[in-house]
């Protein structure tokens, strides 16, 4: 059990969900109807005016409206949005036990002490049926939720089912009722709407409870006799099914649940008991110490039970609705009923992977609470609660995203929980001992290691390290290290989750959530009113979290905000980009598209991505007070700058981020006292001597200014200033000014005018003015003030300023990053195009200015991670001095019996054998056999097959095989290096121990390309380079292998191509040499039209032989090659001169010259001597190119492929593993 | 080889770097308090062994006083042994006059050094003579590569099993594991690559791990990807023999030129086995030319 929210209170008697709100209403014995909302866990309202105790409440399923009925024999009608009491029906002459609404008629069903059932019309507000029959208390009485019936139980042990089909017929008019009601009191006794269809006997005490089930035609029914019973009716008869024995005392309350197979039951033995409905079982039971159970509550919407008790009610939930799920890149793994499931967050798609459970299998809460997957392995571990904590690991069959039915035998063990930790590698929790073991996947044990705190449950915490949690801290441990990386004190955190990078982890608890790093340093707390849900990271490293009804996010520096609102909860499985991909409480994968802009938003800002910032202005919709009051606060007054139109904002904003220009446009505008001052004020902390001059002028601050003009040396605006407070009369003023300009005269004159006549004297005299003095001496007369004695006077002038006029130098500071794009951005409307170019161009400047930031910020990361680290090194070496045993093991503690075994009992095994031996051993191709390093074979094989003698051109390609064959390893530091064969043909099942062949250096397809080069070299007349790949195909093939049958031939057929053109070229470059010899010349340019080309290459060869020949005036051969030309369709410039060609020997066939060439016998070409062989006549031929020879050439090295012996014995390529088995 | 402990291990990180040969971490990151005496000088041996690694001989034989312990002179001997292959006979004897000593021949650091000269001797009669016992999981790793080299991955399983006993997720453990599932092939070949895959997301890649996953990729036959793990750690290090002569043999098999590759090898480790096997092929050509003429 569940339990989510409990009050404390009067017995509770009653009780009702409200369908759609976090609502219910618990009517108690003290009369009081009190009004919960259990997600927030507050009293809402509380009903008061029934006497003595209130049975039965009922909230209409649509209306705002709720029933209730209690021992004042009376139903109220309540409306709680108004909290009023809307209507009270009479009728009833005892106490009322149940009262509820019909789910679509306006009728109220009502059971009482009175023997009777009553439904009432609440909109006409009326009796309009009395069911009578029962001849006891009538304890329950409820409507069916969809048919015409009513289900009721009562004391005299029977349960009634009554068809009350005619009532609903007769109130289709709606002027019935009126009707009926004169009709009530002849229904009373025997009515006719409502008949008993059924009386179900069997409970041999008073019955409590019945109720319908919701879909089915079946009734559960509660007794005195402590049983609950089981019926089913059809349309004809209704019959007892089934007894449900196990309660200890009247049972007060039974239902079905409205989701599940299940049964429901409570009782005053203070026990819930949980029932299988289709097997009939009792499934769990849950007990209270002294409150004994007497109403229950299903909801009808979602997984939510309630019941009351003696001393309050209890909401509840029977089993957790969070599907178990683990995320791996975009596969997301999740259990649902009894299957492991996968989701491809990419495509979307949703498959079932393997059966995990078998069917039918009675549980509850024994369904999968978490879930790991290790990637690599393609393994899963299912945590349960099943038998006190469990765990099974599957592995995942590659090929099998399949509908099998069969569930795999899992291996299975028990434990608190278990993670995967690194990818073999899992550990599971050892709760009573706090301990951890780690096990492989054939679920062995590994190692063992204690946890240094006592630890409920263990969560994955990058490789190898585990995150314990206990009842109020969590810690990082490595295990390894047997270290802890990290502590963090932290209210009983429920769920772990790691960002991408594993830099950061949330921690989600009921209501909290907190961030740390890796390390677990706190970054920041979030407290929710409302549950917390689940919770993922976004590809910026911001969290996204759910409560019950909220998308939340949380920055890195733990602001947060609200995204959406749910309607029911979902659990967070990924985000990336604008959507959330998430799990609801059916297990359905559901991707929802946020808009992601203000958490955007704000990470930029926060990560001083001004570019992002302005992008984001300029582009979206952001506004409103919030965004403001947040910039305000955040410090960035300059950005929040943009989004104001309100002149006092702006100017407040303005002076807040120092920009004076705003300011004083915004002063300007508002034009009032208050802000000129305060524009004043500012502009004199940045030293901006104008604006302050502009202020003051503007504030008629007289004194100020000329304070400023003191001190800035602006002695002329000073003593026009003097003049200024001459004509306003301001003597005070006038004399200040004169004082600061040092201007002695004038004070004595405003002395004197001001009617100070011995001020004005002693100043004359003072300061040596002897003509002033004397005349004011003498208008004085007898009055005169003696001067003190002894005293040397001297001018009073005010020290000439520092600096003279201007504005105080201002640092070159990093220019605001929005004061370019203030003027345009702002203003609304008036931007116009010229002034978006200029913030473009400032942005520039900006931008690169970001940089700089960016990079300081780094720095100073930088540092303070070192920092960190240092500490944590500190840490690391604190503390932990217990010295844990030498690394010795146990049976070599003492060192004599290690002694003692390698000194006598040790043999050397013998040297194993090399692979490369074992290939020299098993093979019979000469290109392995070189791989091997077996040289001698391979000649010796190359020469028995091939006939080959001549190894030098082979020597390069013998060493690269030998070379190939092995890779190397550096195993243990400073030993040799390990040399390991290289094997052709590995695959993924190869077996282990079993040889392969040598991997080889050569292969077909290269050969191929070259064969391409070859014959791009041949067509653009590179005619050396040509010769040179197509003898190096040549000399490679006796070294190639190939796997089949098919690709052997493939080699021949190469052999022969390729030969041809090492033939023809090497005539023709012979040819080339032979310049003085132009009937040589001719035959040899006639022979290389013989050999077997490609189309181009033949054009070209006859189009060399057929000039070659016509220069030589044998028009009548070079007629043939012209012919032969055109007969392969040449480009028309070819084709020209072979006509030309062509009309020139009509007009005169001769040839000039006996050439050895007769095209109408067909011939061959000797490979060293370029003679003709003709038909008939005797050759020899290499074995290996199968070039032909006159026969004086036997014996000789082959012309053509320079390897083979010519005429000597060969049984021919063998050059795949096929042509020897 | 503490199976399970609860007092924190000070050197487990040297000791990975030193093992995933991220020498030059090891010895920057060395400076440990509060070691015990035991501790400090295991710390001393890793740190004049990742020198030796590094080819700095000298600085360890002149750091390495006589006052210092057993093991530190074990590593000294191995400093000197590498360091001038013409006096090796008496560094030799020396080894072998401190094995018989019954005071210190049992010292496990001795025996590693002994049984890593005497591999170097290709004499793995003697050099298991010192090391078969095992004793550290060092010794047990050297026994599996001693095996590994004699073709004997039977005897080689069998200490890797001692390893897995003691403890499965050491470093040690893991690379012999690795080692071990190359020399046999097939389909263990994965499995290594996944070792050393798992050792490269852990900890910073050294030039010994992409070195180790090329060769896998070469077992595999997926020479384009080795190539590019081999320039990777070329770039880490231009001279490591062993990222040289791993290019040469998949530049061969890619149809790259592998001369300058060769080259440099021959230049910077012209004792290196890939050289060593290029000259002497070049005589046994010519020996097999003269056999079959």
Request: hydrophobic share 40%.
């Amino acid at each position: 059990m569940l339990t989510k929210f409990e009050t404390k209170s009067n017995r509770v008697k009653g009780l009702t969900f409200h369908p759609k709100r976090p609502w219910i209403l618990a009517s108690l014995h003290s009369g009081v109807i009190q009004l919960w909302d259990y997600r927030m866990g507050t009293l809402i309202d509380r009903f008061d005016e029934h006497e003595g105790p209130v049975r039965g409440v009922h909230f209409h399923n649509s209306q705002p409206l709720f029933v209730s009925g209690g021992d004042d024999y009376k139903i109220k009608v309540w409306n709680h949005k108004t909290h009023r009491c809307l209507f009270t029906l009479l009728g009833h002459l005892d106490y009322i036990r149940t009262v509820q609404f019909h789910h679509e008629n306006p009728w109220i069903v009502s059971a009482s002490d009175d023997q009777t059932i009553r439904i009432w019309n609440w909109q006409s507000r009326t009796c309009i049926s009395v069911l009578t029959g029962h001849n006891h208390y009538v304890m329950c009485a409820s409507f069916h939720p969809k048919e015409d019936l009513v289900v009721s139980a009562s004391l005299d042990q029977t349960v009634r089912v009554w068809d009350i089909g005619s009532l609903k017929k007769k109130t289709v008019s709606p002027a019935d009722d009126l009707m009926r009601f004169t009709q009530m009191n002849s229904d009373l006794f025997g009515g006719v709407d409502a008949i008993v269809k059924y009386v179900l006997e069997g409970h041999d005490r008073g019955v409590n409870w019945a109720s319908f089930h919701p879909t089915l035609p079946l009734i559960v029914s509660g007794a005195d006799d402590r049983q609950v019973k089981l019926w089913r009716m059809n349309e004809t008869k209704a019959w007892e099914v089934d007894t449900l024995r196990g309660h200890m005392n009247n049972v007060s309350s039974v239902m079905f649940h409205a989701k599940q197979d299940i049964i429901v039951s409570n009782s005053e033995d203070k026990s819930i008991r949980v029932w299988d409905a289709t097997k009939r079982t009792g499934i769990q039971t849950f007990r209270r110490e002294h409150d004994r159970f007497w109403i229950l509550a299903v909801h009808p919407e979602i997984n939510l039970l309630a019941a009351g008790h003696d001393n309050g009610m209890i909401v509840f939930k029977l089993e957790r609705e969070r599907p178990a799920f683990a995320l791996s890149g975009n596969s997301l793994f999740y259990t649902k009923d009894r299957f492991l499931r996968y989701y491809d967050c990419s495509t979307q798609k949703d498959s079932q992977v393997i059966p995990i459970r078998r069917p039918g299998t009675p549980s509850l809460n024994q369904s999968p609470r978490t879930l790991s997957y290790s990637p690599t392995e393609n393994a899963v571990l299912i945590c349960s609660d099943l038998d006190g904590g469990s765990y099974e690991l599957y592995i995942i069959p590659k090929d099998s995203v399949g509908r099998s039915d069969v569930v795999q035998d899992a291996k299975r063990g028990t434990g608190g929980s278990a993670v995967f930790i690194a990818r073999n590698r899992f550990a599971v929790l050892e709760k009573n001992t706090s301990q951890v073991l780690v096990k492989n996947l054939k679920n062995e044990v590994v190692k063992k290691s204690s946890l240094p705190i006592p630890t409920d449950a263990i969560f994955y915490a990058g490789t190898g390290n585990l995150l314990c949690r206990s009842e109020d801290k969590v810690v990082i441990f490595d295990l390894q290290q047997r270290l802890v990386l990290g502590e963090l004190q932290t209210p009983f955190v429920r769920y772990v989750v790691w960002s991408n990078d594993m830099e950061s982890v949330a921690l989600l608890s009921k209501h909290t959530i907190i961030i740390a790093s890796k390390k677990l340093v706190l970054q920041c707390t979030l407290h929710e009113t409302i549950r917390v849900k689940s919770g993922a990271w976004d590809d910026n490293g911001v969290f996204i979290y759910t409560t019950l009804n909220h998308i939340k996010y949380c920055l890195p520096n733990g602001d947060s905000g609200i995204i959406r609102t749910l309607d029911v909860p979902i659990y967070i499985t990924k985000v990336s980009g604008n959507t959330i991909f998430c799990l609801d409480r059916d297990g359905k994968n559901r991707a929802i598209t946020i808009n992601a802009t203000e958490y955007i938003f704000k990470l930029a800002l926060l990560r001083k991505r001004y570019d992002h910032v302005m992008g984001m202005i300029k582009n979206s919709q952001l506004c409103g007070q919030a965004m403001i009051a947040y910039l305000q606060q955040k410090g960035f007054p300059e950005v929040a700058l943009h989004f104001v139109e309100d002149e006092r904002v702006r100017f407040n904003l303005a002076l807040e981020s120092g920009n004076i220009s705003v300011a004083v446009a915004s002063a300007t505008e508002i034009n009032e006292k208050e802000q000129w001052y305060r524009l004043g004020v500012e502009a004199l902390r940045q030293g901006n001597a104008g604006i302050v001059e502009f202020a003051y002028q503007q504030t008629k601050n007289f004194e100020r200014l000329s304070f400023l003009y003191l001190i800035t040396g602006k002695l002329d605006k000073l003593s026009k200033l003097m003049k200024i407070a001459e004509v306003k009369n301001n003597v005070m003023g006038q004399f200040h000014n004169a004082l600061y300009l040092g201007d002695v005269k004038e004070r004595v004159k405003i002395l004197e005018n001001a009617g100070h006549l011995p001020l004005a004297y002693i100043t004359a005299s003072v300061h040596g003015l002897k003509d002033v003095a004397e005349r004011l001496a003498t208008e004085l007369g007898e009055n005169v003030p003696s001067l003190p004695e002894g005293k040397t006077p001297s001018l009073l002038m005010p020290p000439s300023p520092v600096m003279c006029g201007g504005d105080w130098p201002l640092l070159r500071v990093m220019k605001g990053i929005f004061e370019g794009g203030l003027e345009s951005a702002a203003r609304g409307g008036a931007v116009d195009e010229e002034e978006e170019e200029d913030a473009g161009g400032d942005w520039g400047d900006a931008l690169d200015m970001v940089d700089v930031d960016g990079m300081e910020n780094r720095d100073i990361d930088a540092i303070l991670e070192e920092a960190e680290r240092g500490e944590d090194e500190n840490d690391e070496e604190g503390g932990w001095e217990e010295l844990e045993g030498l690394d010795l093991p146990p049976e070599l503690d003492t060192p004599k019996a290690s002694a003692n075994a390698r000194s006598s009992v040790f043999v050397t095994p013998t040297q194993g054998m090399p692979v490369s031996h074992i290939w020299s051993q098993k093979s019979s191709l000469a290109a392995e056999q070189a791989a091997a390093g077996s040289f001698d074979t391979a000649m010796r094989l190359l020469n028995r097959q091939l006939g080959i003698k001549n190894f030098a051109p082979l020597k390069s390609m013998f060493i690269d095989l030998f070379s190939g064959s092995q890779s190397y390893l550096r195993a243990f530091s400073s030993s040799p290096v390990v040399s390991l064969a290289i094997e052709r043909g590995w695959s993924e099942s190869s077996s282990p121990n079993v040889r392969g062949p040598p991997s080889l250096v050569y292969d077909f397809s290269q050969q191929e390309e070259k064969l391409k080069s070859g014959y791009k070299a041949t067509t653009s007349g590179k005619l050396t380079e040509a010769l040179r790949l197509f003898l190096s195909i040549l000399h490679t093939i006796p070294l190639v292998v190939v796997e089949s049958r098919s690709e052997v031939d493939e080699v021949k057929e190469l052999v022969t191509i390729v030969k041809e053109y090492v033939l023809g070229l090497k005539m023709e470059l012979k040819r080339r040499e032979t310049k003085d010899d132009p009937v040589r010349q001719q035959e040899l340019a006639a022979y290389f039209t013989h050999c077997n080309l490609q189309l181009p290459h033949l054009r070209l060869a006859l189009f060399s032989a057929m000039g070659v020949c016509y220069k030589s005036k044998n028009l009548a051969t070079a007629y043939t090659f012209a012919k032969r030309l055109l007969e392969t369709n040449p480009m028309e410039s070819q084709a020209k001169t072979a006509r030309q060609i062509v009309q020139a020997a009509e007009r005169n066939m001769t040839d000039t010259t006996e050439l050895n060439y007769d095209f109408r016998n067909p011939f061959v070409i000797c490979g060293s001597t370029y003679v003709p062989i003709y038909r008939g006549q005797k050759d020899v031929s290499c074995p290996y190119c199968t070039a032909r020879f006159v026969p004086s050439q036997q014996g000789n090295i082959c012309g053509v492929c320079d390897l083979a012996v010519i005429g000597a014995d060969a049984s021919g390529l063998v050059c795949s593993p096929s042509q020897v088995r | 080889m503490a199976g399970m402990g609860s007092g924190p291990d000070h050197l487990f990180n040297l000791r990975n770097t030193f093992y995933l040969g991220a020498y030059q971490t090891a010895i920057n990151n060395s400076e440990i308090p509060n070691l015990s005496p035991e501790d400090a000088v295991e710390r001393d041996c890793l740190v004049f062994r990742s020198y030796i690694a590094l080819g700095s001989y000298q600085l360890v034989i002149s750091e390495i006083d006589e006052a210092a312990a057993t093991p530190l002179q074990a590593v000294k001997l191995l400093a000197m042994y590498l360091s001038s292959p013409d006096n090796k006979e008496s560094t030799i004897s020396s080894v072998k006059e401190w094995l018989a000593d019954s005071t210190i021949g049992n010292n496990a650091i001795l025996r590693l050094i002994a049984g890593t000269i005497f591999m170097h001797e290709e004499d793995y009669n003697e050099a298991l003579k010192h090391t078969h016992a095992g004793g550290t999981m060092d010794l047990h790793a050297l026994n599996v590569q001693i095996f590994i080299k004699m073709h004997r991955s039977d005897y080689a399983e069998k200490q890797l099993r001692v390893m897995q006993q003691y403890d499965e997720d050491h470093t040690l453990t893991q690379l012999a594991t690795a080692w071990l599932n190359l020399a046999v092939g097939g389909s263990k070949i994965q499995e290594a690559y996944l070792i050393f895959q798992d050792f490269s997301e852990r900890y910073p890649m050294t030039c010994l791990v992409l070195n180790s996953k090329a060769v896998c990729c070469m077992q595999m036959g997926n020479f384009d990807e080795a190539e590019s793990l081999l320039l990777e750690a070329l770039n880490k290090d231009a001279k490591d023999p062993e990222t040289l002569a791993n290019l040469v043999v998949c530049s061969l098999h890619v149809g790259k030129s592998s001369s300058r590759y060769l080259s440099q090898l021959k230049l910077s480790h012209p004792e290196h086995v890939l050289v060593k096997r290029v000259s002497s092929a070049e005589d046994n050509f010519e020996r097999a030319l003269q056999s079959i003429a």
